[in-house]
């Protein structure tokens, strides 16, 4: 892999070197369980504190308590979807976008077999979402509506904010979960002062190890608990803490804030530039999604009649690692 080029940081990143310094002592010496009362239990109980704290700055929450840690983007949305409707059985009719991530839309699958009413909001083929057609279909039935806040094949960013506005305009008791996987490290989240009741981040998207999430919870939602057991995650999602990979996703939503700018400037230089080049020297090759607001790394161009398969093997054999979609 000496000369390989990788193109795929939305499959998943390499870990930071930072990052795995700072998981180190918790796979070796500091390995007591966070929740014993004795003083070997204390560092590993405040670096979850601290890990939580820099996630809580991450993703622009108020409160540290306002973040669980889990173990991927998957169980984030799991866990926020299942977790509010099951808590709110009288409500049977929700909301989604036809683009989601299949941890959205399967687990909107299931519930659709239980027999909720779904609704999918279709997309233009630049990738933009239906806002008018969102807007016409909330009621006051609607118990949530999942939306992502960037798309991982093409990069579209969704105005999540101004959505979560118009969902509690129609429906001040409807949910908005946030699967803000694809956000996470590109762009600065900040659920603050938005209408967001929930939003779910993975480590690994963003120079993390892989086996470690999280989810915004604003404090006035309530969800029923995703693993029951103990007090972790505050009885939300029982379980003895994942404290290396919980400190390395700290760590790395740390370094994210600080290299913010840049991502915005110099990693979306590069990704136009790519894109100039490629547009200008292949034959019928085009954007996709060439209006519509992006996250800075994310490129997807269409080249006719080839399978796109075809392009990724051709790749590889010359080292370069990219997904088709
Ligand atoms: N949501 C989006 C938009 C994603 O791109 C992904 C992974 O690619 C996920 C959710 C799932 O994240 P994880 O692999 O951490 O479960």
Redesign the pocket.
Known sequence: MNKSVYLDN??TTKVDEKVLEEMLPYLKGEYANPSSMYDFAMKPAKAIVEARARVRDFLGAKNENEVYFTS????S?NMAIKGSLNCNKSKKHIITTKLE?P?VLNTYKEFEKQGYEVDYIGVNSEGQLDIEELKSKIKKETALVSV?YA??EIGIINPVEDIAEIVKEKSPEALMFV?G??AGGKIPINVKDTKIDMLGV?G?KFHAPKGV?ALYVKPSTHLTPFITGGHQERGLRAGTENVPYIVGMGKAAELAMDNMNYELTEVKRLRDKLETGILKNVFNARLNCSVAERVPNTTNIGFEYVEGELILLHLSDVGICASSG
Do not use: K, L, T
Not at 72 to 75: F, I, L, N, R
């Open positions: 939305n499959a991927c983007g998957s169980e949305a991530h941890c992502m798309n991982n699967d996987v694809q993975s690994h999430g």
